[in-house]
């Protein structure tokens, strides 16, 4: 009888055991979700500041102004350390550190590829500029810039299991300048 009741509390106590396990796997599947959640709308909202708004504004001003050579005219001015190009290259590095921070998270596996495609590839005008804008000025300020971050940012945003071979550029030596 004493047997029974042993392998009868030992069955209940292993019941209890994948009870907590299964709930202590939901907790754990909540606060991460809450986690991605919470940066989401940190991300979203760093992008709607008007300062970023200012930021996204300069950067295009910038190019419609100064042309074809901008990206040059930049990496010039800001060397001779002239004051509006100081400006521009604060805007510059805001709009680069808010798309760099979503890849970085993402690379390091904190959020899925979903959270990328939401909070960056959907953003109008905000790809485009980095792309367009922010990529050619971080290139004349240093030739040596990590290319593949812009090709890899590129390829999260692209729609498809081809995107990768959609890619313009592959990387190149790794840049510690932002």
Not at 137 to 159: G, I, K, V, Y
Request: glycine share 6%; hydrophobic share 45%.
């Amino acid at each position: 009888m004493k047997r029974y009741l042993l392998v009868l509390l030992e069955a209940v106590s292993a019941i209890g055991a994948a009870g907590a396990a299964i709930g202590s796997c939901n907790a754990a599947r909540a606060t991460r979700q809450a986690i991605e959640v919470q940066l989401y709308a940190q991300i979203m909202h760093e992008y709607a500041a008007p300062a970023m708004a200012q930021s996204l504004e300069l950067l295009r001003t910038w190019k419609e102004q100064k042309g074809p050579q901008f990206a040059q005219e930049y990496g010039q001015r800001l060397q001779a350390g002239e004051a509006d190009a100081v400006q521009v290259d604060q805007a510059r590095r805001q709009v680069w550190f808010h798309f760099m921070t979503v890849l970085r998270l993402y690379e390091a596996e904190y959020i899925p590829e979903v959270f990328v495609r939401q909070s960056v590839c959907s953003e109008t005008g905000g790809l485009e500029i980095l792309l367009e804008i922010v990529k050619p000025m971080r290139e004349a300020r240093n030739l040596n810039t990590n290319r593949a971050e812009f090709a890899r940012l590129l390829q999260l945003c692209q729609p498809g299991p081809q995107a990768g071979l959609l890619l313009p550029e592959e990387g190149g030596p790794s840049s510690t300048q932002p």
